[in-house]
């Protein structure tokens, strides 16, 4: 069965799509964008990409809790840049944070010309359910 998750306190939607999808103990987690939950999708985003990273992260963050589910079950991350060569240190630092050290996701970064709300930063991830 699959189930389709739209979580409350995470933010809202900038497309039409929900928060995570899951199915078979895999759960994936719809790209999150450095927006705050409870604001619009207009307001303006945090400056730079340490803050947009991090902003994404606890966005993830909240998305995994409200399935029950935490950063420790990520098994894979796809993350965007807008500006690869300029933010890619800086943006590495401010991820590899999120995890313990010995407990890094696997993971593919890209570098793109634009996301959605001006952003400089996405992530999305697959998880898994335990058990």
Not at 10 to 19: D, K
Not at 43 to 67: F, H, S, Y
Not at 98 to 106: C, E, T, Y
Request: charged letters at 20%.
């Amino acid at each position: 069965m699959t189930e389709f998750h739209n979580i409350s306190n995470a933010p809202t939607h900038v497309a039409p799509f929900s928060h995570a999808v899951e199915s078979d103990g895999w759960v994936i987690l719809t790209g999150q964008m450095p927006t705050k939950p409870g604001g619009a999708t207009t307001d303006p985003l945090d400056e730079g990409v340490e803050a947009q990273t991090r902003q994404v992260m606890l966005n993830l963050e909240t998305v995994l809790k409200g399935i029950g589910l935490d950063l420790s079950h990520v098994v894979q991350c796809r993350c965007f840049l807008t500006e690869f060569e300029r933010d890619y240190a800086v943006f590495n630092e401010t991820y590899k944070s999120f995890f313990p050290a010995d407990r890094l996701p696997a993971r593919t970064t890209v570098g793109v010309t634009a996301l959605a709300v001006g952003a400089l930063v996405e992530i999305d991830c697959i998880a898994r359910r335990p058990g």
